[in-house]
């Protein structure tokens, strides 16, 4: 099975695993459990949530991450502050990258918007380089839509 045709068997799962809840905190852990467990080489996946000038951690599957982070640095607030989808082929070449967990190499954070503003963003993280690219980008993008179409805020 190619990548797109992972997606296109995870998508429908991860719709009907929310179908009929509407709580975040919810729905962003089974969200991060279904995709940590359907995708290959991840090491986390998670949410950050906007709360002021900081991105507070929320559900997530991993080891244990950094609890907030601060306005102005990192991969998670590239995203955040520009409300696009930033995909990192090799963590170590991205400057401000804030290490969690020294086995990533490459990472996506795509933000979730909700009524045209940043409410936070889906963090993913990989051991290999390059993981990540534009069919990911494209997939998980309609994965956060479903979430946020599903969830009451
Ligand atoms: N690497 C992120 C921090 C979050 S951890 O990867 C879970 C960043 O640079 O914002």
Request: glycine residues 10%; contains cysteine; proline residues 5%.
């Amino acid at each position: 099975m190619d990548k797109k045709q992972l997606y296109e068997s995870l998508l429908p799962q991860v719709s009907a695993l929310l179908q009929g809840e509407t709580n975040p905190v919810t729905n962003m852990a089974n969200f991060s459990a279904v995709l940590f467990h359907g995708l290959p080489d991840l090491n986390w996946v998670g949410f950050y949530t906007v709360q002021g000038e900081e991105l507070l951690l929320g559900p997530f599957q991993g080891r244990p991450a950094c609890m907030r982070l601060k306005k102005g640095k990192g991969v998670c607030w590239a995203a955040a502050a520009s409300g696009q989808t930033v995909v990192v082929k090799n963590v170590h070449d991205f400057a401000g990258h804030i290490a969690c967990d020294g086995a990533t190499n490459s990472e996506i954070v795509v933000p979730v918007r909700v009524n045209g503003e940043i409410w936070g963003v889906l963090d993913i993280d990989s051991p290999e380089v390059g993981r990540f690219d534009e069919t990911d980008k494209l997939f998980l993008e309609k994965a956060v839509e479903t979430f946020v179409k599903n969830t009451q805020f």
